[in-house]
């Protein structure tokens, strides 16, 4: 499968990261200094405009292909994405990013016959809003994916030094059946437990587990006995501030705040939510201090200035705030945020890259979800029908890096045990570390 990427800049340079270890990758840009930071990537350059007919006409797009116009400009990209479809093979799948709302109300495809013909509009930001929201919801965990229809949960968690695991191995951490602990992150690097492996203050732990064991486990271990989140804190009325508020605001017992620098758009937010709107500077201790944000269980800091949010965020953490989710707009400073201790470091354009590998379906595998900005992933392996007879879960373990962390099939959905069998037509969620995703996809044929 080739993946032509429409126009050059930020997203585009992620996309190319991030996918031409995998796939034939051409990148469309007629820019010289935007195309200057592709030239070390494996990736085949187009040099001209995505929107021009000679240079997708060049390009023989087939219907094996994937299109993802994702330049700056909006209607560059749509115009682009129609362009091909016109241009290209019947079957050609096109992905078209955009950063208005009513772009991607106008364009995203709700029927078969649309007359616009794009077949999946990516807004970032509603993204970016919505994983925060799901991660605001759970206390003290930094990162929250659900799969099977819920019923299977993956919770990423901290270890403090007061931690009850600290020191303990995974056999000794009173895992409850049907939970495990399947990544560990450790000085930036990440691993797959075993039996034997020691939990030390600073690491994160990802488990997987089916969600009631796992809710129980987490709420004894991490949460201190604590629920549900009660009160949460957003500095930034803009789109994603906004978003992330709606996504909150009728959660049952949450009592929002929303800060916002400009007066003028308090009034607007005012209208449009069912919560409490301050007139501030979300940086302006004596604001935080009058309104009581330290009471807050959640900050989260969503302006488009990295500046503010981290200031905002290192104020909120000063004040004793237990978790503090920050939006990082340049990607290249997630690990600086991380590294001064802000919990959750999200960045809109990863978690947008995260969604379209996740509808790019390879021969014998997909992308659920990214962990730790690539270094591992969730993914979906169905069992072949030769599969033979006997085969275990716990079999896998002559792959490196990879652990099965759920069987799922019309007759069960399962947090599974090492000597659960292995049948034909099984889905396995396999978490594995980047270097391990190939071979198992090459052990499961």
Not at 14 to 36: G, N, T
Not at 52 to 76: M, N, P, W, Y
Not at 405 to 430: M, N, Q, T
């Amino acid at each position: 499968m080739r993946i032509v990427i429409g126009g050059g800049g930020e997203i585009s340079l992620q996309f190319a990261r991030e996918l031409s270890a995998d796939y034939d990758v051409v990148v469309i840009e007629d820019d010289p200094e935007i195309l200057r930071p592709f030239e070390v990537l494996d990736v085949q350059i187009a040099r001209g405009k995505p929107t021009h007919i000679a240079t997708l006409q060049g390009l023989e797009l087939s219907a094996r292909d994937k299109f993802v116009a994702c330049s700056d400009s909006d209607e560059q990209n749509i115009l682009a994405c129609m362009a091909a479809k016109r241009l290209g093979e019947e079957g050609l799948f096109t992905f078209c990013f955009v950063s208005k709302e009513e772009y991607y109300k106008s364009f995203r495809r709700e029927t078969d016959d649309d007359i616009f013909d794009i077949d999946k509009v990516i807004w970032p930001q509603q993204r970016l809003a919505n994983e925060i929201a799901l991660i605001a919801r759970e206390p003290e965990a930094i990162d929250v994916e659900h799969f099977a229809g819920g019923k299977i949960d993956l919770m990423e968690y901290r270890i403090d030094e007061d931690s009850s695991l600290v020191g303990k191995r995974v056999t000794e951490a009173g895992l409850p059946k049907r939970v495990l602990a399947v990544a560990l992150i450790s000085d930036g690097r990440v691993s797959i437990p075993r039996a034997d492996t020691l939990f030390d203050p600073g690491d994160k732990v990802i488990f997987m587990g089916e969600h009631e064991p796992l809710t129980k486990f987490a709420r004894s271990v991490f949460q201190k006995g604590k629920t549900k989140v009660n009160t949460v804190t957003v500095i930034g009325g803009g789109t994603v501030g906004v978003m992330v508020a709606k996504e909150l605001q009728h959660d049952k017992g949450v009592e929002l705040k929303l800060i916002e620098v400009d007066q003028e758009r308090c009034g607007e937010i005012a209208s449009e939510l069912d919560c409490m709107v301050l007139y501030g500077n979300g940086s302006d201790l004596s604001l935080l201090r009058e309104e009581e944000i330290a009471k807050s269980d959640v900050l989260v800091s969503v302006t488009s200035d990295d500046e503010k949010n981290l200031l905002g965020s290192l104020l909120a953490k000063q004040m004793g705030i237990p978790k503090i989710i920050t939006r990082v707009n340049n990607p290249t400073n997630i690990g600086l945020f991380e590294g001064v201790g802000i919990d959750v470091a999200i960045n809109a354009l990863s978690t947008a890259v995260d969604a379209v590998q996740t509808m790019l379906r390879a021969p014998k595998s997909s992308l659920h979800a990214t962990l730790e900005q690539g270094k591992a992933a969730v993914i979906e392996i169905e069992v072949p029908e030769d599969w033979p007879v006997g085969k275990k879960v716990k079999d896998l373990d002559k792959v490196p890096g990879a652990i099965v962390g759920a069987v799922v099939s019309e007759k069960r959905k399962i947090v599974p045990h090492g000597d659960d069998l292995l049948e034909p037509g099984d889905h396995l969620l396999v978490v594995a570390t980047k270097d391990a995703k190939k071979k198992v996809e090459k052990y499961f044929g």
